[in-house]
């Protein structure tokens, strides 16, 4: 049976149809498809699940735990991670900072707009080590957690979705080309129940010419305020077995952060 949320957005689809049939001339403005229409339908319905955009403004900082887990090849837990992540906007940008624990200490990891940098034991890292090569992707990552519906909606995405025969709607997302760190990277979000949030998220990132296939399973709503969240990512391999978890909890928004934390170390 068909959800009551795909429901709803079959009626926006059939009323995007009709608006594009009835849309300006190219000369005035280009019509939309029906597969973009109803790819905005599918992000707005999300958008407003989490809060609505007006939420997501008042949102300046953010502090929350994203705890890593890894698992074995027969489903079993192997190893924990925990990751104190703090994050805000500032003009023109975002910035992220991440505290993790290892055997030989203290990563820190920010990610500044225009400047990433690491640090192990409060000790500056090269610019070659890979905690160092992989802030700005972390960096970035952490800010998904509850602004990737928003993001989203960004000039430049590229929204098309389909129905599927067996139910439920699948969302495909590319980039300009000026968009983001990889515009070669391609996302499908498949709305699958009833809730306006995607069940699973395959992606495919390309980067140095290479592809990196993923496919997660998303559960469970968490709420900081007016502001909802997907509370676990979960991966699965080809043979259907969990390798690897994100958790997220312990949200706290709009705490007070100061400049220091986002500070570059002196080398």
């Not at 999300?46 to 994203?66: D, N, P």
């Not at 160092?132 to 909606?153: A, H």
């Not at 139910?167 to 968009?179: K, M, N, P, Q, S």
Request: glycine share 8%; proline share 6%.
């Amino acid at each position: 049976m068909r959800s009551p949320f795909a429901g709803a957005v079959a009626v926006l689809l059939a009323a995007a149809t009709l608006t594009a049939a009835c849309a300006p001339s190219p000369g005035d403005r280009a019509p939309r498809s029906p597969e973009a229409a109803l790819g905005d339908s599918l992000v707005d319905a999300w958008i407003s699940a989490a809060g609505g955009l007006e939420t997501w403004w008042e949102v300046e900082s953010a502090r929350y735990t994203v705890t890593t887990v890894w698992y074995d090849s027969v489903g079993e837990i192997r190893r924990m991670r925990p990751r104190r992540v703090e994050l805000r906007k500032v003009s023109g940008g975002e910035q992220s900072r991440i505290e993790r624990p290892e055997a030989e200490g203290l990563y820190v990891q920010v990610f500044a707009g225009d400047t990433a940098w690491a640090t192990l034991n409060e000790a500056a890292l090269p610019e070659d080590h890979p905690a160092t090569v992989e802030s700005e992707y972390v960096g970035r990552d952490v800010f998904y957690w509850f602004g990737l519906p928003y993001k989203l909606r960004d000039p430049g995405v590229n929204r098309r979705a389909r129905a599927l025969a067996e139910g439920g709607y699948e969302l495909a997302v590319t980039f300009g080309d000026e968009v983001g760190a990889h515009p070669g990277d391609r996302y499908f979000y498949y709305f699958l129940d009833d809730d306006p949030q995607p069940e699973e998220v395959h992606y495919i990132e390309q980067e140095r010419g290479e592809e990196d296939r993923n496919r997660t399973v998303w559960s469970g709503v968490g709420r900081a305020g007016r502001l909802s969240y997907v509370v676990s990512r979960l991966y699965l391999n080809s043979e259907e077995q969990r390798t690897k978890e994100l958790r997220i909890d312990d949200v706290t928004i709009n705490p007070e952060l100061p400049d220091s934390l986002f500070a570059a170390p002196r080398r």
